[in-house]
């Protein structure tokens, strides 16, 4: 009895806690001083599949931040001129019980598709509730760091456990 008692304990405590994990993958953080310095001008892909809830947090953020984003989209890379970057961007909703961000994916690519800044995100990799986190309050600290605003490993704490949420 009493080792079926430390069972039910221990997976009562696991699950109340979640399986928390890394929720944060294939980070590249932007060298920023170098990136500000060249007066790069971001441009950001034209995807009409994209929530524009999430293009506006995103795009806001970068001008929030003194980066200058163009005022139109493209859809693919050639179109970029000399000393314009693009920004890809992709986020994907699921549901288990309400809707919540499962997936976001940012990257910024020079015009030969060499890859400057990349961060990808799965917050079922943080188990239990703590998926179901604040998607703005996300998309903005995955912003920080990709373009290395924010630490690593502050940003995964702030992502499973919320930060000033």
Known sequence: ?????????VITSIALSGCSGNGMS?????NTNEF????????????DKQRTSVKNVLSDWMLENDYDVADY????KQKLKDGQVLFKYNANWWWDMA??????????VD???SVLASVDF????????DKFGNAERRLIILMEVLM???????????LELGCGD
């Not at 989209?73 to 693919?76: L, S």
């Open 1 to 9: 009895m009493k080792k079926l008692v430390a069972a039910l304990a």
């Open 26 to 30: 294939n980070v590249k953080q932007l």
């Open 36 to 47: 500000k310095q060249a007066k790069t001008q971001i441009v950001m892909i034209d995807d």
């Open 73 to 76: 989209n493209v859809r693919v």
């Open 99 to 108: 809707s919540y961000m499962r997936y976001a994916n940012l990257e910024l």
């Open 111 to 113: 015009k030969n598709g």
């Open 122 to 129: 799965d917050s079922v990799e943080y188990g239990g509730m």
């Open 148 to 158: 290395n605003e924010m630490d690593i490993k502050a940003a995964e704490k702030c």
